[in-house]
């Protein structure tokens, strides 16, 4: 089942859940924010959403893997669960910043190059660029402004091992998720950074593109 599918399902029809997910879409959320939002796009008051109704839906939501909750005390917590937070997005029709995450090589001149490529191409502009590299590269690169981060892993990880860049990118991902629409350029790096790019495009539900020769930028994802 692909996640439109999965989305449609788990909403089936009931405008309370897509107004919850809207909602969720912001971060986690307790209960009575949830009960208050319903409130407010009904216009109705706030003991007019029961218990009954509210736990409900959320129920329904999170039984079809959406979302996922929490007790702490007296209140329950609920968010989207970040696998599931750029589905819904573009479900919803809902627009976030992009991000850019890619890797660095020895072309001093990649981030420009990336930038170019990006502007050229008007579906999308990201806010900020993250790029992978190891120590030695960092110190070739020019052009690094205050919207690019660099980060540095040891040359064992990212030239020879997967699981180490993949869960390394992972927590990045999910840091920036909630607030930015994730883009992966998998053109430069190792075959390791390209497979872990790759790789968590589709788990997270991201785009994923390839920039050719010709500068081209082809969408792969």
Known sequence: MSAVELIE?????????RILLEELL??????????YALAKSFGVGLDEV????????????EEAGLIRCR???????AEII??????????????????YIGALEDDPYVIRRV???????????????????SESVKGKVSGLTDDVQIMVLPDRIINYSF???????????????RKHE??????????????AFYGLAHEYGCKCFYIMDDNRLIWIK
């Open 9 to 17: 399902r788990a909403i089936g029809g009931v405008e309370s859940r």
């Open 26 to 35: 912001e971060g986690e959320k307790t209960g009575l924010q949830l009960r």
């Open 50 to 61: 029961s218990d009954a109704r509210l736990y409900h839906n959320i129920s329904q939501l």
């Open 71 to 77: 007790r702490e005390w007296k209140d329950k917590f």
């Open 82 to 99: 970040p696998q599931m937070i750029q589905p819904v997005r573009d479900y919803l029709g809902i627009k976030a910043p992009v991000m």
């Open 115 to 133: 930038r170019q490529v990006i502007f050229d191409n008007s579906r999308v502009k990201p806010a900020s660029y993250l790029f992978l590299g």
């Open 163 to 177: 699981d180490g860049v993949y869960e390394a990118v992972r927590v990045e991902v999910e840091k920036y998720l």
């Open 182 to 195: 994730i883009v992966f350029d998998v053109t430069c790096g190792s075959r390791f950074t390209a497979m």
